[in-house]
Structures are given as structure tokens and as C-alpha cells.
Nanobody
Framework: DVQLVESGGGLMQPGGSLRLSCTAS????????MGWFRQAPGKEREGVLC????????YYADSVKGRFIIFRDNAKNTLYLQMNSLKPEDTAMYYC??????????????WGQGTQVTVSS
């Protein structure tokens, strides 16, 4: 498995923007499709975005289309999530993991510590 560390979370007002980062260890990051997942209190973890290894294909959950952007820098072993027009329902712990660009589902059973995003006025 790829070891992953998420960062960049925080407390934001509705309508604000935030950028999350996910840094991977090891040399195989560029070989994986990578995605962002989130888990709100009392809810199951859901896949929200996934980007193929080269960045040519992406999966977006309907809930974030037009607001969130996923991109990656393979030279830096880093995955990014640009979150715009934040809503209170975006409040969750955000995780990154290898994913399927077809379904958005996770392709790894282990998870990092995540980064908390809270959207509240």
C-alpha cells in the first residue's frame, strides 16, 4: 500500500475556498489513480473525486461537480483537492486513497489520519 498524509483542512465559512493536499511516500504514487474520500459524522465514507494516474480521466460525485477540482503533481508525489463554494454539508473528515475512476470507490483498505474540513458560519 501507498502511505498517505493529508493536510490543509480547517474551519471555513460557507462560500469559501480551501485546498487540501495529500502527500504519498514511496515511488509508486504515479502508477495509481488517486482520489479524495470524505466521512461526515454518522455517515459512511464516500468517494467524491478520483483522478487517473496521468490525470487524463476524472470521476466527480454529483455533490461536488462544478465546485471541487482534483489535480495531481506526480513529480512531487502529491494529490490536491481545490474546494470552492463550500457548503455546510461539505463538513467531513477528508481522506485520500487509490481509487477507481469508473466508480470513485477506494482501491485500498488502509487509511491515513485524514484532515478535518468544517464549513460553518
Amino acid at each position: 500500500d501507498v502511505q498517505l498524509v493529508e493536510s490543509g483542512g480547517g474551519l471555513m465559512q460557507p462560500g469559501g475556498s480551501l485546498r487540501l493536499s495529500c502527500t504519498a511516500s514511496g515511488s509508486r504514487f504515479a502508477a495509481y489513480a488517486m482520489g479524495w474520500f470524505r466521512q461526515a459524522p454518522g455517515k459512511e465514507r464516500e468517494g467524491v473525486l478520483c483522478i487517473s494516474s496521468t490525470g487524463s480521466r476524472k470521476y466527480y460525485a454529483d455533490s461536488v461537480k462544478g465546485r471541487f477540482i482534483i489535480f495531481r503533481d506526480n513529480a512531487k508525489n502529491t494529490l490536491y483537492l481545490q474546494m470552492n463554494s463550500l457548503k455546510p454539508e461539505d463538513t467531513a473528515m477528508y481522506y485520500c486513497a487509490p481509487c477507481s475512476v469508473v466508480t470513485g470507490g477506494a482501491q485500498q483498505n488502509s487509511w491515513g489520519q485524514g484532515t478535518q474540513v468544517t464549513v460553518s458560519s
